[in-house]
């Protein structure tokens, strides 16, 4: 019903930029909220940020003043630009909708969905 699909990941060297992108698309009504995850090797995946409709964010600590989420609601898509990355930046990172309203029903049920993934490899 609902797909994700991203954009722009990518090899980049230390002190380098990136900007993401993903849009939803299927019978979507509304999306609350819009964020990025990250899984390194080895790792669990871990919340990157999050934007709500409204506008609201929330950030990670580890990328808060370089990383910045935004999003166009009438496109259903959402961006993280990424700067100053550094190699602990390098994950395989994922979009998420969260809180997702379908389109024809009452609104009662919401739902959540993951995209495909986007590699991020910061690397000299």
């Known amino acids: 019903q609902v797909q994700l699909v991203e954009s722009g990941g990518g090899l980049v060297q230390p002190g380098g930029s990136l900007r993401l992108s993903c849009a939803a698309s299927?019978?979507?009504?509304?999306?609350?909220?819009m964020g990025w995850y990250r899984q390194a090797p080895g790792k669990q995946r871990e919340l990157v940020a999050t934007?709500?409709?409204?506008?609201?964010?929330n950030y990670a600590d580890s990328v808060k003043g370089r990383f910045t989420i935004f999003r166009d609601n009438a496109k259903n898509t959402v961006y993280l630009q990424m700067n100053s990355l550094k190699p602990e930046d390098t994950a395989v990172y994922y979009c998420?909708?969260?809180?997702?309203?379908?389109?024809?029903?009452?609104?009662?049920?919401?739902?959540?969905?993951w995209g495909q993934g986007t590699q991020v490899t910061v690397s000299s």
């Open positions: 998420n909708a969260d809180q997702v309203v379908v389109s024809g029903t009452s609104g009662s049920l919401v739902y959540n969905y």
């Open positions: 299927g019978s979507i009504f509304s999306i609350n909220v």
């Open positions: 934007i709500t409709s409204g506008g609201s964010t």
